[in-house]
C-alpha cells in the first residue's frame, strides 16, 4: 500500500512539473499568436507637498528692486486616474491624431520620417462621477514674509477622455 502511494504520489508530482515547464516556441507558431498589447495604470492619488519655491536670482539694482521669491506651501493632489499605454505606429498614430481634431500632425510630427509614438489615454469610462482630481495649496507667501496671500484649489479636474503622445524628432 505504501508503495501505491509513493508511486502515486511521484506521478503527480511528475506531472505537475511537466505542465509548468516552458517550452520553446518556433517563428511560424509565434506568428499565429495574438494577444492583448499595452498597459494600464490606475491610481488612487493621496500626494503632499510641503512647499514648491520659485526665486528669482537677479541682483538688486539701484532702486532695491530685482529677485524675491513666492512659495506655495501645502500642496495636495488627491484623486482617482487610469491610463492606457501603447505604442503606436506611424500611420496608426496619425490617424488617432486626425480622429482627435489633429488637422496638421506636420507641425510636430514628421509623417515621411516619424516613427513610432507613445500614447497615454485616460478612458472615459474608468472614474466614476465624482472622483475626480483635486488640488489645493494651503497658502501662498512672499519671500520670508509670514502673511498669505491665501488658498487656491483646483476641484473636480475631469482628464477623462484626454490623449497625450511622446515620440522622440
Known sequence: MQFIKTAAAAALATLAFSASAMTPIQDAELSTVSGQDGVSIAANLNIKIASFVYTDTDALDANGLGGGSVSFNGIKVNGLIAANIDILSKNSFLAAAGAAGVTNPGTFY????????????????????????????????????????GSVAMNQIDMRGTTVWIFAH
Do not use: C, E, R, W
Not at 466614476?128 to 489645493?136: I, K, T
Open 110 to 149: 514628421n509623417p515621411a520620417t516619424g516613427g513610432d509614438v507613445v500614447q497615454i489615454a485616460i478612458p472615459a469610462s474608468v472614474v466614476a462621477d465624482g472622483h475626480y482630481l483635486n488640488v489645493s495649496v494651503d497658502s501662498t507667501k512672499m519671500g520670508n514674509n509670514a502673511a498669505s496671500f
